[in-house]
């Protein structure tokens, strides 16, 4: 029986209309329930697995997003969610947006809409702990390969 970790999820509001924040909620209500695939929301990056970001990201956040995105220990999945997270939506023409969230860290997985629903939302956490699982599996592989090659 194979056990892992449940992944732990990290939101942060970018610089959002709160739209999609809304449906981040949503996905972790009872309606939707999102933890039924074994994730776990935290608010804290040092626990966190899972980085969803919402909404662009402009001067004054940058360096946030890069600090919550440094202290998450790796393996890690970074989902961004909705439109400005992806690219910077309506705002990307405007002085004080940079762009989407992979302008500062990169990003595994996208999740447009305006306001992304929490159908897709979910269906971007699964792919998200696919990929987690994925990266997981060559970190040890790697480690293995390195330990091997010390004995040698």
């Not at 935290?42 to 001067?59: C, E, Q, R, S, Y």
């Not at 004080?96 to 990003?107: Q, R, S, Y």
Request: charged fraction near 25%.
């Amino acid at each position: 029986m194979k056990m892992s970790k449940s992944p732990w999820l990290l939101h942060y509001d970018g610089s959002s209309c709160n739209g999609c924040d809304i449906e981040v909620l949503a996905a972790t209500t009872p309606v939707y329930d999102v933890e039924r695939f074994g994730v776990v929301n935290t608010g804290n990056p040092k626990h966190a697995d899972i980085f969803l970001i919402t909404g662009g990201v402009n001067d004054q956040n940058k360096e946030v997003v890069k600090q919550l995105y440094d202290q998450m220990p790796d393996p890690k999945v970074v989902v961004a969610i909705g439109i400005c997270a992806c690219d910077g939506g309506i705002f990307k023409e405007c002085y004080n947006i940079l762009g989407g969230a992979d302008k500062v860290i990169p990003v595994d997985i996208y999740v447009p809409g305006c306001a992304a629903r929490p159908e897709a939302i979910i269906d971007g956490v699964v792919k998200a702990v696919a990929l987690l699982d994925q990266k997981r599996e060559q970190m040890k592989a790697a480690e293995s390969a390195e330990g091997g090659a010390e004995h040698d």
